[in-house]
Protein backbone atom coordinates (compact mmCIF):
# COMPACT_ATOMS: atom_id res chain seq x y z
CA UNK A 1 0.00 0.00 0.00
CA UNK A 2 0.75 3.37 -0.67
CA UNK A 3 1.47 5.83 1.92
CA UNK A 4 4.16 7.83 4.11
CA UNK A 5 6.36 6.58 6.83
CA UNK A 6 8.23 8.18 9.48
CA UNK A 7 10.17 7.03 12.24
CA UNK A 8 10.82 6.92 15.22
CA UNK A 9 7.45 7.17 16.64
CA UNK A 10 8.53 8.05 19.82
CA UNK A 11 11.93 10.01 20.09
CA UNK A 12 13.97 11.31 23.31
CA UNK A 13 16.66 13.49 23.48
CA UNK A 14 19.07 15.43 26.14
CA UNK A 15 19.45 19.25 25.56
CA UNK A 16 22.55 19.82 22.68
CA UNK A 17 21.89 17.14 20.93
CA UNK A 18 21.10 16.89 17.11
CA UNK A 19 18.03 14.52 16.32
CA UNK A 20 16.72 13.29 13.15
CA UNK A 21 13.42 12.27 12.05
CA UNK A 22 12.78 9.75 8.74
CA UNK A 23 10.08 10.32 5.90
CA UNK A 24 10.21 8.07 3.53
CA UNK A 25 6.71 8.32 0.62
CA UNK A 26 6.26 5.69 -1.69
CA UNK A 27 3.41 7.87 -3.42
CA UNK A 28 5.53 9.40 -6.15
CA UNK A 29 4.96 12.55 -4.91
CA UNK A 30 7.24 15.76 -5.78
CA UNK A 31 6.19 17.83 -3.25
CA UNK A 32 7.34 16.88 0.67
CA UNK A 33 6.37 18.94 4.24
CA UNK A 34 7.69 19.47 7.51
CA UNK A 35 5.20 20.47 9.87
CA UNK A 36 5.10 21.29 13.98
CA UNK A 37 2.24 20.50 15.60
CA UNK A 38 2.04 22.37 19.60
CA UNK A 39 -1.28 21.83 21.25
CA UNK A 40 -3.81 24.52 20.46
CA UNK A 41 -1.53 25.96 18.14
CA UNK A 42 -2.74 24.15 14.67
CA UNK A 43 0.38 22.65 12.30
CA UNK A 44 3.23 25.03 11.72
CA UNK A 45 5.31 24.47 8.20
CA UNK A 46 9.05 24.09 9.11
CA UNK A 47 10.38 23.34 5.34
CA UNK A 48 9.22 21.79 2.23
CA UNK A 49 10.88 21.09 -0.95
CA UNK A 50 9.35 21.06 -4.47
CA UNK A 51 11.64 18.54 -5.97
CA UNK A 52 15.17 16.76 -5.48
CA UNK A 53 18.01 18.86 -3.97
CA UNK A 54 15.36 21.62 -3.79
CA UNK A 55 13.81 23.33 -0.59
CA UNK A 56 12.33 25.85 0.78
CA UNK A 57 11.68 27.13 4.59
CA UNK A 58 8.46 27.42 6.21
CA UNK A 59 7.27 29.88 8.87
CA UNK A 60 9.54 28.15 11.61
CA UNK A 61 12.19 27.02 10.22
CA UNK A 62 14.80 28.09 12.56
CA UNK A 63 16.64 25.59 14.06
CA UNK A 64 16.07 22.91 11.62
CA UNK A 65 17.74 21.74 8.71
CA UNK A 66 16.15 18.91 5.75
CA UNK A 67 17.89 17.72 3.27
CA UNK A 68 16.03 16.08 -0.39
CA UNK A 69 18.33 13.50 -2.47
CA UNK A 70 15.88 11.68 -2.91
CA UNK A 71 12.56 11.60 -4.07
CA UNK A 72 11.06 9.55 -1.46
CA UNK A 73 13.04 10.76 1.28
CA UNK A 74 12.68 14.16 3.42
CA UNK A 75 14.58 13.54 6.95
CA UNK A 76 14.34 16.59 9.16
CA UNK A 77 17.19 17.87 11.57
CA UNK A 78 15.87 19.24 14.99
CA UNK A 79 19.07 21.02 15.84
CA UNK A 80 20.49 22.07 19.49
CA UNK A 81 19.58 25.68 18.35
CA UNK A 82 16.19 24.96 18.27
CA UNK A 83 15.11 26.71 21.79
CA UNK A 84 11.68 24.45 22.23
CA UNK A 85 11.84 20.97 20.24
CA UNK A 86 9.45 19.53 22.01
CA UNK A 87 6.35 18.75 19.77
CA UNK A 88 4.65 16.72 17.55
CA UNK A 89 6.27 16.41 14.33
CA UNK A 90 4.16 15.80 11.05
CA UNK A 91 5.63 14.78 7.45
CA UNK A 92 3.31 15.45 4.53
CA UNK A 93 3.49 14.99 0.69
CA UNK A 94 0.83 15.66 -1.97
CA UNK A 95 1.33 16.17 -6.11
CA UNK A 96 2.88 19.05 -7.26
CA UNK A 97 -0.02 19.92 -9.92
CA UNK A 98 -3.77 20.98 -8.92
CA UNK A 99 -5.49 21.21 -6.01
CA UNK A 100 -4.38 17.63 -4.14
CA UNK A 101 -4.74 17.21 -0.62
CA UNK A 102 -1.82 17.08 1.74
CA UNK A 103 -1.16 12.75 2.63
CA UNK A 104 0.27 12.79 6.26
CA UNK A 105 2.65 10.18 8.31
CA UNK A 106 1.56 8.95 11.58
CA UNK A 107 4.10 11.61 13.15
CA UNK A 108 6.89 11.78 15.52
CA UNK A 109 7.00 12.97 19.20
CA UNK A 110 10.23 14.14 20.31
CA UNK A 111 10.92 14.97 23.83
CA UNK A 112 13.72 16.65 25.22
CA UNK A 113 15.02 15.79 28.73
CA UNK B 1 -1.75 36.86 3.58
CA UNK B 2 -3.73 33.70 4.31
CA UNK B 3 -5.65 32.73 7.78
CA UNK B 4 -8.19 30.07 8.90
CA UNK B 5 -10.34 30.73 12.17
CA UNK B 6 -11.84 27.64 13.94
CA UNK B 7 -13.77 29.81 16.58
CA UNK B 8 -14.17 26.97 18.63
CA UNK B 9 -11.94 25.37 20.77
CA UNK B 10 -14.29 22.26 21.21
CA UNK B 11 -17.67 21.09 20.75
CA UNK B 12 -20.02 18.77 22.88
CA UNK B 13 -22.64 16.85 20.64
CA UNK B 14 -24.63 13.91 22.20
CA UNK B 15 -24.40 10.77 19.87
CA UNK B 16 -27.51 10.70 17.20
CA UNK B 17 -27.50 14.74 16.91
CA UNK B 18 -26.28 16.81 14.21
CA UNK B 19 -22.82 18.05 14.39
CA UNK B 20 -21.29 21.08 12.96
CA UNK B 21 -17.71 22.07 13.26
CA UNK B 22 -17.07 25.90 12.24
CA UNK B 23 -14.23 27.09 9.82
CA UNK B 24 -14.05 30.63 8.61
CA UNK B 25 -10.94 31.80 5.91
CA UNK B 26 -9.16 34.91 4.24
CA UNK B 27 -7.41 34.51 1.28
CA UNK B 28 -6.61 36.69 -1.55
CA UNK B 29 -8.61 35.32 -4.94
CA UNK B 30 -10.51 32.22 -4.40
CA UNK B 31 -9.37 29.14 -2.34
CA UNK B 32 -9.38 25.63 -1.77
CA UNK B 33 -10.73 24.43 1.29
CA UNK B 34 -9.98 21.32 3.00
CA UNK B 35 -10.99 19.18 6.23
CA UNK B 36 -9.20 17.22 8.04
CA UNK B 37 -9.42 14.75 11.58
CA UNK B 38 -6.60 13.70 14.08
CA UNK B 39 -7.16 10.61 16.33
CA UNK B 40 -4.78 11.10 19.27
CA UNK B 41 -1.39 10.36 18.60
CA UNK B 42 -1.50 10.04 14.98
CA UNK B 43 -1.22 11.84 11.53
CA UNK B 44 -4.26 14.17 9.96
CA UNK B 45 -6.56 12.00 7.94
CA UNK B 46 -8.07 13.58 4.58
CA UNK B 47 -11.70 14.18 5.12
CA UNK B 48 -13.46 16.34 1.89
CA UNK B 49 -12.10 19.25 0.02
CA UNK B 50 -14.05 21.86 -2.10
CA UNK B 51 -12.22 23.08 -5.00
CA UNK B 52 -15.07 24.58 -7.07
CA UNK B 53 -18.70 24.19 -8.39
CA UNK B 54 -21.52 22.75 -5.75
CA UNK B 55 -21.07 24.53 -2.19
CA UNK B 56 -22.20 21.20 -1.01
CA UNK B 57 -19.07 18.84 -0.84
CA UNK B 58 -19.87 15.21 0.74
CA UNK B 59 -16.85 13.10 2.15
CA UNK B 60 -15.29 10.54 3.83
CA UNK B 61 -17.61 8.64 7.02
CA UNK B 62 -20.62 10.55 6.11
CA UNK B 63 -18.98 13.92 6.60
CA UNK B 64 -20.28 16.90 4.64
CA UNK B 65 -19.11 20.46 4.31
CA UNK B 66 -21.28 23.58 2.79
CA UNK B 67 -19.03 26.34 1.22
CA UNK B 68 -20.36 29.90 1.46
CA UNK B 69 -18.42 32.66 -0.38
CA UNK B 70 -20.43 35.27 1.24
CA UNK B 71 -19.65 34.62 4.71
CA UNK B 72 -15.95 33.28 3.59
CA UNK B 73 -16.94 30.16 5.76
CA UNK B 74 -16.61 26.15 5.37
CA UNK B 75 -18.13 24.28 8.39
CA UNK B 76 -18.56 20.72 8.66
CA UNK B 77 -21.34 19.08 9.43
CA UNK B 78 -22.86 15.34 9.85
CA UNK B 79 -26.02 15.00 10.20
CA UNK B 80 -25.73 12.06 13.19
CA UNK B 81 -22.53 11.76 15.39
CA UNK B 82 -21.12 8.58 16.63
CA UNK B 83 -18.77 8.44 19.54
CA UNK B 84 -16.32 7.25 17.24
CA UNK B 85 -16.13 10.55 15.56
CA UNK B 86 -14.53 12.03 19.00
CA UNK B 87 -11.38 13.24 17.65
CA UNK B 88 -8.99 16.72 16.21
CA UNK B 89 -10.84 18.47 13.64
CA UNK B 90 -8.52 20.90 11.36
CA UNK B 91 -9.78 23.37 8.63
CA UNK B 92 -7.08 24.28 6.45
CA UNK B 93 -6.58 27.05 3.31
CA UNK B 94 -4.46 26.58 0.52
CA UNK B 95 -4.86 29.71 -2.45
CA UNK B 96 -5.84 28.60 -5.76
CA UNK B 97 -2.46 30.60 -7.33
CA UNK B 98 -0.06 28.64 -5.11
CA UNK B 99 0.32 25.14 -7.20
CA UNK B 100 2.73 24.02 -4.29
CA UNK B 101 0.38 24.17 -1.90
CA UNK B 102 1.33 26.25 0.96
CA UNK B 103 -1.58 25.54 3.27
CA UNK B 104 -2.74 27.20 6.54
CA UNK B 105 -4.36 25.14 9.04
CA UNK B 106 -6.83 26.07 12.00
CA UNK B 107 -5.78 25.65 15.54
CA UNK B 108 -8.25 22.98 16.15
CA UNK B 109 -11.77 22.01 16.98
CA UNK B 110 -11.86 19.23 19.92
CA UNK B 111 -15.21 16.82 19.47
CA UNK B 112 -16.43 14.88 22.11
CA UNK B 113 -19.27 12.69 21.20
CA UNK B 114 -20.96 11.42 24.46
CA UNK B 115 -22.78 8.63 24.06
Known amino acids: DGGITQSPKYLFRKEGQNVTLSCEQNLNHDAMYWYRQDPGQGLRLIYY???????QKGDIAEGYSVSREKKESFPLTVTSAQKNPTAFYLC????????????FGEGSRLTVL | AQSVAQPEDQVNVAEGNPLTVKCTYSVSGNPYLFWYVQYPNRGLQFLLK??????LVKGSYGFEAEFNKSQTSFHLKKPSALVSDSALYFCAVSPTTDSWGKFQFGAGTQVVVTP
Open chain 2, 50 to 55: YITGDN
Open chain 1, 92 to 103: ASRNKDGPGELF
Open chain 1, 49 to 55: SQIVNDF
